[in-house]
């Protein structure tokens, strides 16, 4: 079973210029990460765009859906940036039901050596072939369905969403017959 890997960009593929202290895109880690983590799994990879997340439009995320419809694979892992993550499992929930696509990220880029990249990747490549079809979030070690993942940003971490607030049954003022 081939699995389509499909690069965004992200912090997950961002250089560091040490003249300039800013970060920027080469091209993507994929490869060399697959190499490192010993994987084992038949992939076919694509690099759809290299963008920060925050920098991503509708027609970004039209491009993934698209790329994902089209895809001869069934199962698809997503590297995309943390910031807006969430809007693009949202956007692409609904968009057709026969696949497993798993969004997967990282906090800190590949190439400051400490990145949480590769087991995140290892974790979205391992999910996308037990998963049934639908739209899922792999970050730290968790898995989320589309509709029930938040990024925290005070602590760093993806996390289940709270549950929608339910009206209160607490009738209030004087009660009447």
Known sequence: M???VFATGGTFDKEYNELTGKLFFKQTHIPEMLTLGRSRVPVRIQVLMMKDSLDMTTADRQKIA????QAKEQRIVITHGTDTMERTACFLAGKFSDKIVVLTGAMVPYKFG???GLFNLGSA???AQV???GIYVAMNGRCFAWDSVTKNRDIGVFESKPPPARPSMRR???HRS
């Open 2 to 4: 081939k699995l389509a």
């Open 131 to 133: 998963l049934p079809p």
């Open 114 to 116: 400490s990145s949480d």
């Open 172 to 174: 209030r003022g004087p």
């Open 125 to 127: 490549l391992a999910l």
């Open 66 to 69: 698209s790329a994902c419809r």
